[in-house]
Protein backbone atom coordinates (compact mmCIF):
# COMPACT_ATOMS: atom_id res chain seq x y z
CA UNK A 1 0.00 0.00 0.00
CA UNK A 2 1.43 3.62 -1.26
CA UNK A 3 1.94 5.82 1.68
CA UNK A 4 3.03 9.48 2.00
CA UNK A 5 4.75 11.57 4.21
CA UNK A 6 5.68 14.80 4.28
CA UNK A 7 7.83 16.84 6.68
CA UNK A 8 9.65 20.27 6.95
CA UNK A 9 7.33 22.78 7.40
CA UNK A 10 7.21 25.77 9.37
CA UNK A 11 7.41 29.75 10.35
CA UNK A 12 9.53 31.82 8.39
CA UNK A 13 9.71 35.34 7.84
CA UNK A 14 8.85 36.41 3.85
CA UNK A 15 12.18 36.07 1.83
CA UNK A 16 13.23 32.95 4.19
CA UNK A 17 13.87 29.10 2.72
CA UNK A 18 11.94 25.87 3.69
CA UNK A 19 12.40 22.59 2.13
CA UNK A 20 9.78 20.30 2.24
CA UNK A 21 10.36 16.26 2.20
CA UNK A 22 7.95 13.40 1.07
CA UNK A 23 8.96 10.27 1.89
CA UNK A 24 7.45 7.49 0.10
CA UNK A 25 6.55 3.61 1.15
CA UNK A 26 4.77 1.06 -1.12
CA UNK A 27 5.79 2.47 -4.35
CA UNK A 28 7.67 -0.30 -6.01
CA UNK A 29 9.36 1.61 -8.90
CA UNK A 30 10.18 5.23 -9.27
CA UNK A 31 7.90 6.03 -12.68
CA UNK A 32 4.84 7.94 -11.42
CA UNK A 33 3.39 10.99 -11.41
CA UNK A 34 3.95 13.23 -8.43
CA UNK A 35 3.38 16.33 -6.73
CA UNK A 36 3.25 19.06 -4.37
CA UNK A 37 0.22 20.74 -3.96
CA UNK A 38 -1.45 23.27 -0.81
CA UNK A 39 -4.22 24.88 0.22
CA UNK A 40 -4.92 27.51 2.42
CA UNK A 41 -7.96 28.15 4.71
CA UNK A 42 -10.71 29.15 2.87
CA UNK A 43 -9.23 28.44 -0.61
CA UNK A 44 -8.97 25.49 -2.80
CA UNK A 45 -6.45 23.02 -3.14
CA UNK A 46 -3.65 24.06 -5.92
CA UNK A 47 -1.12 22.85 -7.86
CA UNK A 48 2.50 23.81 -7.12
CA UNK A 49 4.61 21.47 -8.82
CA UNK A 50 4.23 18.22 -10.91
CA UNK A 51 6.79 15.97 -11.66
CA UNK A 52 5.15 13.62 -14.63
CA UNK A 53 7.46 10.92 -15.52
CA UNK A 54 10.66 13.34 -15.20
CA UNK A 55 8.93 16.01 -17.11
CA UNK A 56 8.53 18.62 -14.72
CA UNK A 57 5.47 21.61 -14.38
CA UNK A 58 6.03 24.30 -11.94
CA UNK A 59 2.36 26.48 -11.67
CA UNK A 60 3.51 30.41 -12.94
CA UNK A 61 3.17 31.63 -9.04
CA UNK A 62 6.44 29.52 -7.54
CA UNK A 63 8.62 29.82 -10.70
CA UNK A 64 11.77 30.86 -10.04
CA UNK A 65 11.34 30.42 -6.47
CA UNK A 66 10.43 27.11 -5.52
CA UNK A 67 12.16 23.66 -6.96
CA UNK A 68 11.67 19.73 -6.99
CA UNK A 69 13.68 16.87 -6.47
CA UNK A 70 13.67 13.56 -6.25
CA UNK A 71 16.05 10.83 -4.44
CA UNK A 72 15.50 7.50 -5.64
CA UNK A 73 17.74 5.73 -3.27
CA UNK A 74 15.63 7.43 -0.54
CA UNK A 75 12.24 6.83 -1.88
CA UNK A 76 11.69 10.78 -1.15
CA UNK A 77 10.35 13.88 -3.19
CA UNK A 78 11.72 16.99 -1.94
CA UNK A 79 10.77 20.99 -2.47
CA UNK A 80 13.03 23.33 -1.72
CA UNK A 81 11.41 26.89 -1.41
CA UNK A 82 13.02 29.67 -1.97
CA UNK A 83 12.11 33.67 -1.47
CA UNK A 84 9.28 33.16 0.35
CA UNK A 85 6.16 35.19 0.63
CA UNK A 86 3.12 35.30 2.80
CA UNK A 87 1.11 34.15 -0.25
CA UNK A 88 2.84 31.17 0.32
CA UNK A 89 1.07 30.40 3.55
CA UNK A 90 -0.79 27.27 3.47
CA UNK A 91 -0.78 23.63 4.12
CA UNK A 92 1.57 21.74 1.64
CA UNK A 93 0.67 18.15 0.61
CA UNK A 94 2.57 15.68 -1.57
CA UNK A 95 0.44 13.58 -4.36
CA UNK A 96 1.54 10.22 -6.58
CA UNK A 97 -0.68 8.79 -8.99
CA UNK A 98 0.72 6.30 -11.85
CA UNK A 99 -1.37 7.52 -14.56
CA UNK A 100 0.62 9.73 -16.64
CA UNK A 101 -0.60 13.15 -17.15
CA UNK A 102 -2.33 13.74 -14.22
CA UNK A 103 -2.88 16.95 -13.16
CA UNK A 104 -5.95 17.55 -11.15
CA UNK A 105 -6.06 17.17 -7.45
CA UNK A 106 -9.06 15.15 -8.07
CA UNK A 107 -7.28 12.83 -10.05
CA UNK A 108 -4.15 11.93 -7.72
CA UNK A 109 -5.52 8.91 -5.84
CA UNK A 110 -2.64 8.78 -2.87
CA UNK A 111 -1.90 11.71 -0.77
CA UNK A 112 0.27 12.56 2.60
CA UNK A 113 -1.42 14.18 5.67
CA UNK A 114 0.47 17.57 4.90
CA UNK A 115 3.04 19.97 6.72
CA UNK A 116 1.98 23.26 7.25
CA UNK A 117 4.19 26.37 5.97
CA UNK A 118 3.76 30.08 7.72
CA UNK A 119 5.37 32.83 6.00
CA UNK A 120 4.90 36.31 7.93
CA UNK A 121 5.66 39.62 6.32
Known amino acids: QVRLVESGGGSVQAGGSLRLSCVAS????????MGWFRQAPGKERERVVI??????TYEDSVKGRFSVSKDNAKDTLYLQMNSLKPDDTAMYYC????????????????WGQGTQVTVSS
Open 51 to 56: DDYGTI
Open 26 to 33: GVTWWRNC
Open 95 to 110: ALDFRPGTRSPADFNY
